[in-house]
T-cell receptor
Framework: RKEVEQDPGPFNVPEGATVAFNCTYS??????FFWYRQDCRKEPKLLMS???SGNEDGRFTAQLNRASQYISLLIRDSKLSDSATYLC???????????FGSGTKLNVKP | EPEVTQTPSHQVTQMGQEVILRCVPI?????FYWYRQILGQKVEFLVS????????KSEIFDDQFSVERPDGSNFTLKIRSTKLEDSAMYFC???????????????FGPGTRLTVL
């Protein structure tokens, strides 16, 4: 079973749309959760950490559901510049190891 | 803004040759990582390094791989005898802390594309 699973997409949405991605993880002892974005042939960049209480950063909202072992990312008012692959990242309790999902590709169209 | 740098940006090598990929982490960071990404596939954790020793490694990180922090700034990944399947983008990352709530950001370098012929 994969450590982290994501719907690969692509999600094709018009500008201004709201889009949501989910990610599931297999290790119930996982402690740290993140969303990264990766542009084509570039390095991953942290979008936001995901906290138990949920957190928001501008148009982006992340939620964690420990009982169901999934993480979500909501993007409101999509911009063309949001087009990228969104990576779900999970770290288990021993911390120094990070598991990446395969990523969900988002295409925002004019 | 401080950044992680990696050299070279692209390395081409013959199968069986040794390669060393170099990274300069952000200067006040304490935790260092190597990841690889085969074209079209996910980012895979290779190894983490703290206090001059490996703290975690994945199944991919076998005896052909080694890491070193030879001085106060560089962090290197050596592949002793490259195979065709080692062709990938290799990313270095660093952070000030790790683990727990509010884990510090890992900053990634731009990567080294390794092509094994």
């Amino acid at each position: 079973r994969k450590e982290v699973e994501q719907d690969p997409g692509p999600f094709n949405v018009p500008e201004g749309a709201t889009v949501a991605f989910n990610c599931t993880y297999s290790n119930s002892a996982s402690q740290s959760f993140f969303w990264y974005r990766q542009d084509c042939r570039k390095e991953p960049k942290l979008l936001m950490s995901v906290y138990s209480s949920g957190n928001e950063d501008g148009r982006f909202t992340a939620q964690l559901n420990r009982a169901s072992q999934y993480i979500s990312l909501l993007i409101r008012d999509s911009k063309l510049s949001d087009s990228a692959t969104y990576l779900c990242v999970v770290s288990p309790v021993n911390f120094n190891k990070f598991y990446f999902g395969s990523g969900t590709k988002l295409n925002v169209k004019p | 803004e401080p950044e992680v740098t990696q050299t070279p940006s692209h390395q081409v090598t013959q199968m069986g040759q040794e390669v060393i990929l170099r990274c300069v982490p952000i200067s006040n960071h304490l935790y260092f990582y190597w990841y690889r990404q085969i074209l079209g596939q996910k980012v895979e954790f290779l190894v983490s390094f703290y206090n001059n020793e490996i703290s975690e490694k994945s199944e991919i990180f076998d005896d052909q791989f080694s890491v070193e922090r030879p001085d106060g700034s560089n962090f290197t990944l050596k592949i002793r005898s490259t195979k065709l399947e080692d062709s990938a983008m290799y990313f270095c990352a660093s952070s000030t802390t790790t683990g727990g709530i509010g884990t510090d950001t890992q900053y990634f370098g731009p990567g080294t594309r390794l092509t094994v012929l």
